[in-house]
């Protein structure tokens, strides 16, 4: 390994350290459609699933078997049929679902099993756990169209799956339902991995499928969205959206409301795509949550690292006056934060001078990752409404690199004679900063 590499990787693993505790004993729902059980690089995948087990993430598995039903209603020279979306299952079908599903559920465990030396799941034991987790209803007779044995959820054995994943069994719920009077349906395997999610309240429901992420009109991806912004962005695309793209935007959209706390829509041929999501802070799919995880709030004593490590780059280029762990301790009352998944990505301060009516905005950064997102701009209306509830009329900056940025916003060149007595005593001549003063 090149020490390019070992530098490379140590800062990965260092970047993904954070999550691997906070994904610890979290509960995550993952679906998945029969075509990624059928790819070739599906064992990759179950090695994924098997490290975040290991990791002590609660999975429980819900995947689909479309492509394999289909082969086999194609071997019998049987119909396929399908209405609104959903499939009509005679008795043939359902032999073929019953067959399909029961072929899936064992590759998977199979796989799960795997623990050859040199193999990535070499001496980890996985035990599966599968069985009748989901009591289902008839849909009956809609449209004047009888779906004979297609199904829909009717509940969720929430406590028996919630006492697997406890053991530390890995849970499978396949897409199959039985009333009680001891019937089989065919289930929509997204419908079921909605409701396990719903009714576990799991921490995750993540997605793999084949139009994700979600992109803007531009092509850009859209890597989060708030249940609002996923509403907004479903009623404006819902003419151009593909139908499985758009029925899993809404079942996100309707289980974040319910409590799940987010929905990931990741790209299935993407190879590592979970752990991609899971442990990079920005991920690679479309995240859709309840509330921005991002978080504007005021600074504490824990956060004086984070920031630490934020400005340091910046004073050593001279842009930040140096603030020692101490300095910057004493003043974090100062100090608001924007934090990002428990890292504080950008920062900015207020001094208030009450006695002439004035505020200094101070150490305004902001990661250079987040940059382009209108972060800075956020901190320092935040700052300015905080000068103004303080009976503040004015706040100024002193800046060598950003005049023009504090110009663009209002901020207007001043003598240094406009500063508070107290501030013009502390100007340090060597640096030459200059002064901006902006009327609130």
């Not at 679906?31 to 059928?38: L, Q, T, Y």
């Given at each position: 390994?090149?020490?390019?590499?070992?530098?490379?990787?140590?800062?990965?693993?260092?970047?993904?350290?954070?999550?691997?505790?906070?994904?610890?004993?979290?509960?995550?729902?993952?679906?998945?459609?029969?075509?990624?059980?059928?790819?070739?690089?599906?064992?990759?995948?179950?090695?994924?699933?098997?490290?975040?087990?290991?990791?002590?993430?609660?999975?429980?598995?819900?995947?689909?078997?479309?492509?394999?039903?289909?082969?086999?209603?194609?071997?019998?020279?049987?119909?396929?049929?399908?209405?609104?979306?959903?499939?009509?299952?005679?008795?043939?079908?359902?032999?073929?679902?019953?067959?399909?599903?029961?072929c899936?559920?064992?590759?998977?465990?199979?796989?799960?099993?795997?623990?050859?030396a040199?193999?990535?799941m070499?001496?980890?034991r996985?035990?599966?756990?599968?069985?009748?987790?989901?009591?289902?209803?008839?849909l009956?007779?809609?449209?004047?169209?009888?779906?004979?044995?297609?199904?829909?959820?009717?509940?969720?054995?929430?406590?028996?799956?919630?006492?697997?994943?406890?053991?530390?069994?890995?849970?499978l719920?396949?897409?199959?339902?039985?009333?009680?009077?001891?019937?089989?349906?065919?289930?929509?395997?997204?419908?079921?991995?909605?409701?396990?999610?719903?009714?576990?309240?799991?921490?995750?429901l993540?997605?793999?499928?084949?139009?994700?992420?979600?992109?803007?009109?531009?092509?850009?991806?859209?890597?989060?969205?708030?249940?609002?912004?996923?509403?907004?962005?479903?009623?404006?695309?819902?003419?151009?959206?593909?139908?499985?793209m758009?029925?899993?935007?809404?079942?996100?959209i309707?289980?974040?409301?319910r409590?799940?706390?987010?929905?990931?829509?990741?790209?299935?041929?993407?190879?590592?795509?979970l752990l991609?999501?899971?442990?990079?802070?920005?991920?690679?799919?479309?995240?859709?949550?309840?509330?921005?995880?991002?978080?504007?709030?005021?600074?504490?004593?824990?956060?004086?690292?984070?920031i630490?490590?934020?400005?340091?780059?910046?004073?050593?280029?001279?842009?930040?006056v140096?603030?020692?762990?101490?300095?910057?301790?004493?003043e974090?009352?100062?100090?608001?934060?924007?934090?990002?998944?428990?890292?504080?990505?950008?920062?900015?301060?207020?001094?208030?001078?009450?006695?002439?009516?004035?505020?200094?905005?101070?150490?305004?950064?902001?990661?250079?990752?987040?940059?382009?997102?209108?972060?800075?701009?956020?901190?320092?209306?935040?700052?300015?409404r905080?000068?103004?509830?303080?009976?503040?009329?004015?706040?100024?900056?002193?800046?060598?690199?950003t005049?023009?940025?504090?110009?663009?916003?209002?901020?207007?060149?001043?003598?240094?004679?406009?500063?508070?007595?107290?501030?013009?005593?502390?100007?340090?001549?060597?640096?030459?900063?200059?002064?901006?003063?902006?009327?609130?």
């Amino acid at each position: 390994m090149t020490p390019e590499e070992s530098a490379q990787f140590v800062g990965w693993f260092r970047q993904s350290s954070p999550y691997i505790n906070a994904h610890r004993e979290r509960t995550f729902v993952i679906g998945f459609g029969g075509e990624v059980v059928a790819d070739a690089s599906f064992p990759h995948l179950i090695h994924d699933l098997a490290l975040l087990s290991s990791l002590g993430v609660r999975l429980v598995l819900v995947p689909g078997a479309r492509p394999q039903v289909e082969e086999r209603l194609r071997e019998r020279g049987a119909e396929i049929r399908y209405v609104n979306g959903l499939r009509l299952t005679d008795a043939a079908a359902l032999q073929c679902v019953k067959e399909a599903v029961g072929c899936v559920r064992l590759e998977i465990e199979a796989l799960l099993s795997m623990g050859l030396a040199n193999s990535p799941m070499a001496g980890y034991r996985i035990r599966v756990a599968s069985g009748n987790f989901v009591t289902a209803r008839p849909l009956g007779v809609r449209d004047g169209v009888d779906y004979e044995h297609t199904g829909e959820v009717r509940r969720v054995d929430v406590e028996g799956i919630r006492e697997r994943l406890q053991r530390g069994d890995v849970v499978l719920v396949s897409p199959l339902g039985y009333s009680p009077t001891g019937e089989i349906f065919n289930l929509n395997a997204e419908d079921v991995a909605f409701a396990v999610a719903r009714e576990l309240q799991a921490d995750k429901l993540l997605f793999l499928v084949d139009d994700a992420p979600l992109q803007d009109s531009a092509g850009n991806p859209l890597r989060e969205l708030t249940v609002q912004e996923a509403n907004d962005y479903l009623q404006a695309h819902a003419d151009r959206l593909p139908e499985s793209m758009a029925r899993l935007l809404a079942g996100g959209i309707d289980v974040c409301r319910r409590g799940v706390r987010r929905v990931h829509l990741l790209d299935r041929r993407q190879d590592g795509a979970l752990l991609l999501e899971l442990f990079t802070r920005d991920g690679v799919g479309t995240l859709l949550m309840a509330q921005s995880f991002e978080n504007v709030r005021p600074a504490v004593i824990d956060d004086v690292g984070g920031i630490l490590r934020l400005i340091q780059p910046l004073e050593e280029e001279g842009v930040l006056v140096r603030r020692s762990r101490e300095l910057l301790e004493n003043e974090i009352g100062h100090f608001t934060v924007i934090e990002r998944d428990g890292a504080i990505i950008a920062c900015a301060a207020l001094y208030p001078h009450p006695g002439e009516g004035m505020g200094e905005i101070a150490c305004v950064a902001v990661h250079p990752d987040y940059r382009r997102g209108g972060r800075a701009d956020m901190l320092l209306q935040r700052l300015e409404r905080q000068a103004r509830g303080l009976g503040l009329t004015r706040v100024f900056v002193l800046t060598t690199h950003t005049a023009h940025w504090f110009q663009e916003r209002g901020f207007v060149p001043a003598p240094l004679e406009a500063l508070p007595v107290a501030r013009r005593k502390l100007y340090n001549y060597k640096r030459n900063s200059k002064v901006f003063v902006k009327e609130l």
